[in-house]
Nanobody
Framework: QVQMVESGGGLVQAGGSLRLSCEGSGNIFVINTMGWYRQAPGKQRELVAV???????HYADSVKGRFAISRDNNKNTVNLQMNSLKPEDTAVYYC?????????WGQGTQVTVSS
């Protein structure tokens, strides 16, 4: 079993910044992929950014150049630095880890960007 616990999020004005953090615990394999997804009201959950244990990253086109994902393999943590936030970034953000062929999710944290 794996647990993912998120922190960060909140309310920010457009153009501002926020940092999300997530720590994983439990049966986590060394080879894994961690990432962030988001779900806005009335929309499907979508990928924001992922990072492999080897450091390879992938971003959604909508956040390229504004968001940066990073991780600490020793601590099983993943962070998302979000800059130049836009109202359309408003959503519940979920931390995710793919390990041992299984997906595990955090409880979600709300990010609200006011115009």
């Amino acid at each position: 079993q794996v647990q993912m616990v998120e922190s960060g999020g909140g309310l920010v004005q457009a153009g501002g910044s926020l940092r999300l953090s997530c720590e994983g615990s439990g049966n986590i394999f060394v080879i894994n992929t961690m990432g962030w997804y988001r779900q806005a009201p009335g929309k499907q959950r979508e990928l924001v950014a992922v990072i492999t244990s080897g450091g390879n990253t992938h971003y959604a086109d909508s956040v390229k150049g504004r968001f940066a994902i990073s991780r600490d393999n020793n601590k099983n943590t993943v962070n998302l630095q979000m800059n130049s936030l836009k109202p359309e970034d408003t959503a519940v953000y979920y931390c995710n880890i793919l390990t041992g062929g299984l997906n595990y999710w955090g409880q979600g944290t709300q990010v609200t960007v006011s115009s």
